[in-house]
């Protein structure tokens, strides 16, 4: 029994499912998650003491390589004076400038401690901004665990919206419509069949959590023409694609701007931050500038915000990481086609800067529809052949997988190695 699979099994006694949160238990590919000891740059290490070529990244905070040493720096300094106050700090200040300084369409913004925590007040503003109950969400897309979040498309756009998980009121679910990805044509018979009733349409502007899937040409301009045409306030959740696809974001890559903009991820440099801010005129009426209640005890916590600042000040000041993340991303994608190839296979790659995706389907994959038509059970064996290879991938088709600068182009061509070897692997 190796040192993870023991932990496993204790785990699982005293955590629910053995881990806190789904995906890592490995359930969508079989096997026994790694319990990690500790992570350097480009690598991280299991408790058995053995070393994986990074390619979750904590799920996308650490583009920078695990342990950068000038967040590791801002954090040392930072606990020298102790670990929380609840009070306000310089610290949060100079970070809502710079969030404002890297982001335009942020015309202020407020820290929470999480991403679910950033949708979940981002959409109870936008209903106290607009008097409106219901908001449209897009099938496939992840906005963290919010009640009004997890609701399933049903079959068509114009379905009502059922919970996905027992615990979701009915009367939850009927406020959230939903509509397949990159289809216009079924927001606006949502937004015809509810007219004056949606206040905000909230997507990922580049989808992560489906797999990666990309917006297609006129797609973000048309939700954006329909919300300014109806009155509707326009979230991106930036969760994933903030600071990562571009210093502004994936609003900045498409030239698209939204009303309010959710993150997490990246701006907390691997502590729990999240933030949502947009418009000055939306985000004034939060309390206690105004009505809207949004609250934290641990909000803009110093040390977060101390790496979190270390982070994004690393990224303002080095536009030359954008363009090494575009250029890791792009040999991964060519090397992983080229893969493809030479196994006969005609599978989809989805990428966009450091953002992609190997899809197990011949089929384009431009909604979640497409993204199910994956084989999965072989996604689970090339996912296993991989790790066994020392890549260490995200357990899902569903994921996007996230490159840091870290990555050496010596580890890049191991990695292409290594899905040719294992593409060849799961086909047998
Ligand atoms: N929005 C998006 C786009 C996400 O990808 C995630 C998490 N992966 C969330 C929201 C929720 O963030 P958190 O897990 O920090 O609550």
Redesign the pocket.
């Known amino acids: 029994m190796t040192t993870s699979e023991q932990l496993f099994e204790q785990a699982k006694q005293v955590i629910p499912g053995g881990v806190n949160?789904p995906v890592r238990a490995f359930r969508a590919v079989g096997g026994t998650p790694l319990f990690i000891k500790s992570a350097k740059g480009p690598y991280i290490y299991d408790e058995d003491g053995k070393q994986y070529i990074e390619l979750i990244n904590s799920?996308?905070p650490m583009i920078l390589g695990h342990a950068f040493e000038p967040v590791e720096e801002a954090v040392r300094e930072a606990i020298q004076h102790s670990f929380s106050f609840g009070a306000p700090t310089r610290k949060e200040v100079e970070m809502a400038e710079l969030i404002i300084d890297m982001v335009p369409s942020v015309e202020k913004v407020r820290m929470v401690n999480?991403?679910?925590?950033?949708?979940m007040a981002a959409i109870r503003v936008a209903r106290g901004f607009t008097g409106r109950d219901k908001i449209i969400k897009f099938e496939g897309?992840?906005?963290?665990?919010g009640d009004s979040f997890l609701i399933a498309a049903g079959s068509g756009a114009v379905t009502m919206g059922t919970p996905d998980s027992p615990g979701v009121t009915k009367a939850t679910a009927l406020d959230t419509l939903t509509a397949p990805y990159n289809n216009l044509q079924a927001v606006e018979m949502l937004i015809d069949n509810n007219a004056n009733q949606i206040a905000a349409i909230i997507l990922?502007p580049v989808v992560?959590?489906m797999g990666c899937v990309l917006p297609e040409p006129g797609f973000l301009e048309g939700i954006r023409t329909l919300c300014d045409q109806h009155g509707i306030i326009l979230i991106f959740?930036?969760?994933?694609?903030g600071f990562r696809l571009a210093k502004g974001g994936a609003q900045e890559r498409y030239g698209v701007t939204p009303d309010l903009t959710?993150m997490?991820?990246i701006i907390g440099g691997g502590m729990?931050v999240?933030a949502y801010g947009g418009r000055a005129d939306i985000m004034n009426i939060v309390s206690p500038a105004g009505p809207v209640y949004q609250a934290g005890t641990l909000s803009g916590n110093p040390i977060a915000m101390s790496a979190g600042l270390a982070m994004l000040r690393h990224l303002n000041e080095h536009p030359e990481v954008y363009t090494r993340l575009d250029g890791i991303g792009g040999r991964l994608a060519d090397g992983f086609r080229a893969g493809l190839v030479k196994a006969g296979l005609n599978y989809t790659i989805n990428q966009i800067g450091s953002m992609f995706t190997l899809f197990m389907t011949d089929r384009s994959v431009s909604n979640f529809v497409d993204a199910k038509s994956c084989d999965l059970p072989l996604f689970g064996r090339y996912f296993h052949a991989m790790l066994k290879r020392g890549v260490y991938l995200a357990p899902s088709q569903f994921e996007s997988l996230f490159v840091s600068v870290a990555l050496t182009d010596d580890l890049i061509e191991q990695v292409i190695q290594a899905n040719e070897e294992s593409l060849m692997e799961a086909c047998q």
Request: charged share 20%; hydrophobic share 15%.
């Open positions: 949160s799920w996308g999480s991403g679910t925590e950033a949708t897309c992840y906005h963290g665990h990922e992560g959590n959740d930036e969760v994933m694609t959710t997490g991820k729990p999240g």
